[in-house]
């Protein structure tokens, strides 16, 4: 499978020159299979630039939410593949207790906050999760919910050649001890994560940040290097960028990161347009 950054940035999009390198738009990615199967993972404001690049006759293109706050779903109005009848799109992301998917989804895609309404869309169909695994073309899919404040699911994406898992919005340290991470069955993700060949996973703090915002649902680059190790990740891609960090922050800490860990695992850099091929030949 082929894995393309279109937006990696946390919270807030946040363009201009002191961010040019990592990208200013919120999280999107987009993930290709053998098969042309299309999946795009969050709706944040980076998923209007892979709208513009879906090749002529795709009739199918499924679009997989980790939750419902703002930052993920920014885009998903000016995503130009929803407007085409000829496309069967399907979005699928965690329900609440009281509402299903596609009546959380209208509150947005309605008047007064977007001027076309879910429900006028000409070929969208909403599935709530988690599920059990279920597959899209050659893609298998493992959902679960995640550490996150509000119903947050992350992805397991698995094709004959390679896993990706996908991670966000995810805060697994809020259940360590004594600076002990807790078993697998205790560790918020692990199941996605384990032996994953990439790893997209929330690094948006620093240590200090961190302290100061214990439950908001989130990790710091120590965090997410830990989370890697302890899940047996083969490569790391911090994602979900503070918006307060320029390009020369995520520079350092990352820098930082791994003079400190010297992870035994692959560590890629988690800007806007990065491509990774995910498989056993990559």
């Keep these: 499978m082929r894995v393309t950054l279109f937006g990696t940035r946390g919270s807030l999009a946040s363009p201009g020159p002191e961010t040019a390198r990592y990208g ?15 999946l795009v993972l969050d709706a944040g404001t980076g998923i209007r630039r892979i709208g513009m690049q879906v090749p002529a006759g795709i009739s199918r293109i499924d679009i997989l939410l980790t939750h419902l706050h703002m930052d993920h779903i920014q ?32 509150r947005y895609l ?25 597959a899209i073309g050659r893609f298998r899919i493992e959902t679960c919910l995640v550490c996150h404040p509000n119903p947050t699911v992350g992805y397991r994406i698995a094709d004959a050649q390679g896993t990706l898992a996908y991670l966000p919005d995810h805060e697994p340290a809020i259940g360590r001890s004594d600076d002990r991470w807790p078993e697998p069955a205790w560790t918020s993700g692990y199941a996605l994560a384990a032996g994953a060949d990439l790893l997209i996973h929330d690094a948006q703090y620093t240590d ?6 214990i439950g ?8 997410a290097f830990e989370f890697a190790a302890h899940v047996g990740a083969k490569e790391l891609v911090p994602f979900h960028h503070d918006p307060a960090h320029d390009d020369a922050t995520l ?12 992870p035994a695992f692959r560590v890629s850099h988690g800007y806007e347009g990065a491509v990774f091929e995910v498989g056993a030949n990559a």
């Design 24 to 38: 200013g738009n919120t999280s999107s990615v987009e993930v290709r299979g053998e098969d042309d199967a299309i």
């Design 208 to 213: 200090q940040e961190y302290a100061e915002r």
């Design 75 to 106: 885009g998903l109005g000016f995503f130009c593949p929803l407007y085409e009848a000829a496309i069967s799109t399907h979005i699928w992301g965690p329900a609440s207790s009281k509402l299903p998917l596609v009546r959380r989804l209208a």
């Design 251 to 262: 520079d350092r800490l990352f820098a930082e990161a791994v003079d400190r860990h010297k």
């Design 110 to 134: 309605s008047p007064p906050l977007f001027p076309v309404r879910l429900r006028d869309l000409p070929s969208v169909t909403c599935h709530d999760m988690p599920r059990p695994a279920f």
């Design 216 to 223: 908001w649902g989130h990790s710091s680059y120590r965090h």
